[in-house]
């Protein structure tokens, strides 16, 4: 199993719809939890880190379950500007440094 | 704002050559880090640096080496450029558990 696991999409959604990503993750000591979004040909920028209450910044909330090790990221009213690959990112168990980076769901908003 | 940045978007080198890829951090951030971003494997750890002359390997370091002679630098080396180390490079910060990536340099070897 590995130890961050992503639909690797493409998901293709109209404008205006909500939209929502699951990632499991296998490690259960797991502390942080991090979406990230990367545009095509670029670097990962950070999207939102994963709080345990769950956590909205406008039209994205993320939530946490750790009893089923899993965290998701929802987005309403999708925009055209929200296609990117959405990134799911653990910190390795022991060692706070590392992180284990999924490997992306793909979004493709349409008009 | 954090700023990372990298020596080159591109590169083309040949292969058996010696090549060197740079990363330089404005924010005195102790750790930092090399991936490898290739298309269905997603990004995959090469070395990371959490101190000046400290150095761990990452998922796959084999064929590179790095070198952190300097806080605010960190040096990815390849000693003999080989074509299945085409691929985007990316460099990272840590602050705290968040990482801020570079624009990535985008290298193939012929």
């Known amino acids: 199993r590995k130890e961050v696991e992503q639909d690797p999409g493409p998901f293709n959604v109209p404008e205006g719809a909500t939209v929502a990503f699951n990632c499991t993750y296998s490690?259960?000591?797991?502390?942080?939890f991090f979406w990230y979004r990367q545009d095509c040909r670029k670097e990962p920028k950070l999207l939102m880190s994963v709080y345990s209450s769950g956590n909205e910044d406008g039209r994205f909330t993320a939530q946490l379950n750790r009893a089923s090790q899993y965290i998701s990221l929802l987005i309403r009213d999708s925009k055209l500007s929200d296609s990117a690959t959405y990134l799911c990112v653990v910190n390795g168990a022991g060692n706070n440094r590392k992180l284990i980076w999924g490997l992306g769901t793909s979004l493709a908003v349409n008009p | 704002d954090v700023k990372v940045t990298q020596s080159s978007r591109y590169l083309v080198k040949r292969t058996g050559e010696k090549v060197f890829l740079e990363c330089v951090q404005d924010?005195?951030?102790?750790?930092m880090f090399w991936y490898r971003q290739d298309p269905g494997l997603g990004l995959r750890l090469i070395y990371f640096s959490y101190d000046v002359k400290m150095k761990e390997k990452g998922d796959i370091p084999e064929g590179y080496s790095v070198s952190r002679e300097k806080k605010e630098r960190f040096s990815l080396i390849l000693e003999s450029a080989s074509t299945n180390q085409t691929s985007m490079y990316l460099c990272a910060i840590q602050n705290y558990n968040e990482q801020f990536f570079g624009p990535g340099t985008r290298l193939t070897v012929l």
């Open positions: 490690n259960s000591a797991s502390q942080s």
């Open positions: 924010m005195d951030h102790e750790n």
